[in-house]
């Protein structure tokens, strides 16, 4: 969804850049060493971020990471202070309002015009872009039980942000940038969320998923970037993060043994970090490098124990990795 209806972008005759078909050459978005400061405060520090063609990209970090700067800077809401941004082929600096036009964009704060109807506001949105698939908005408005007929005035948080789904998901765009955009809505609806990235990425659309919601990013995403205090922390395939981390070993067996094992462990430097109690009665449950897997393994065979479950790290310990300091 073009975010020009929520804040008008003027036209300005863009600087010489390469024409033709720049996107079709280079992935959707390539950020390098972007740097955005306020007065003296860095609210993005050095970002590198690469969302390849057709893939589902995860970006993720609490409030204040900077994730909101960085996708304003991509929509060319915000200049960058250095370093350099092209979307589709394009610098949004220079040339915001073309990336608007190509770019679907929800917001995370959704704020419409309350005196229109919801077909007015899609009526508008594609006036904007120039260019619309109303077969789509149809398809999808009946999909996600929206009435197009009603104000937006009349409307709950759910049902605006079920107006912007619309037009971003029926917009003719390859790129959608979504911030939030499951925020306000019940379950069900989520769920048809989830259905549409997944067909918007079969189609080769590319999307920059911003979400607090670890399990739908897990689901959708087939890479991640976490940021924290403006700074990429990490970065790449899901998959490969998942085989770099931890990780989990729960060990069920009786209190007396797995008590043996936990100081067998420790004698190896490898510790359970789990006060009595915070297992399940029965359980020994801890993470461990898998560099170390084998010694732990080894341990627990020479224990006794039986009952072993060995699982991969998931994406909600990726980001704890980083954030559970300041968490606590």
């Known amino acids: 969804m073009s975010h020009v209806a929520g804040r008008p972008v003027a ?7 390469p024409h033709g078909d720049p996107a079709a050459a280079e992935a959707p978005v390539q950020v390098r060493g972007l740097v955005k400061k306020f007065g003296t405060f860095h609210a993005l520090d050095g970002v590198d971020l690469t969302v390849e063609r057709g893939t589902v990209h995860g970006f993720l970090g609490p409030n204040g990471a900077g994730k909101s700067t960085a996708i304003r800077v991509l929509l060319g809401l915000y200049r960058a202070s250095s370093g350099t941004v092209r979307v589709l082929g394009m610098d949004p600096g220079r040339r915001p309002s073309e990336v608007t036009r190509n770019v679907s964009y929800i917001p995370g704060d959704t704020a419409l015009w309350p005196n229109l109807t919801g077909r007015q506001v899609l009526d508008v949105l594609a006036g904007l872009r120039g260019r619309r698939d109303a077969a789509r908005e149809e398809e999808l408005m009946e999909r996600f039980s929206l009435d197009p007929t009603k104000k937006v005035r009349s409307y709950s948080t759910g049902n605006r942000k079920k107006v912007m789904l619309v037009a971003a998901f029926a917009a003719p765009t390859d790129l959608l940038i979504l911030d939030e955009p499951t925020s306000g809505l019940d379950p069900l609806m989520e769920q048809i969320f ?26 959708l995403c087939t890479d991640v970037t976490i940021i924290k205090d403006g700074v990429v922390v990490e970065s790449g395939s899901l998959a490969r993060l998942q085989h770099l981390a931890a990780v989990e070993v729960t060990v069920h067996d009786d209190d007396e043994t797995l008590a043996r094992l936990a100081a067998d462990l420790a004698g190896s430097g490898i510790d359970t970090r789990l006060a009595p109690g915070e297992s399940p009665r029965g359980a020994l449950d801890f993470p461990v490098d898998r560099a170390r897997l084998p010694v732990v393994l080894a341990k627990v065979a020479v224990a006794g124990s039986t009952d072993v479950r060995v699982a991969s790290a998931s994406l909600e310990d990726l980001f704890l990795r980083h954030y559970e300091v300041d968490a606590r």
């Open 194 to 219: 989830q259905d549409c990235v997944e067909e918007a990425s079969a189609a080769g659309r590319t999307v920059l998923l911003s979400s607090h919601i670890l399990s739908e990013v897990e689901r």
């Open 11 to 17: 036209s300005r005759e863009p600087e010489a850049e």
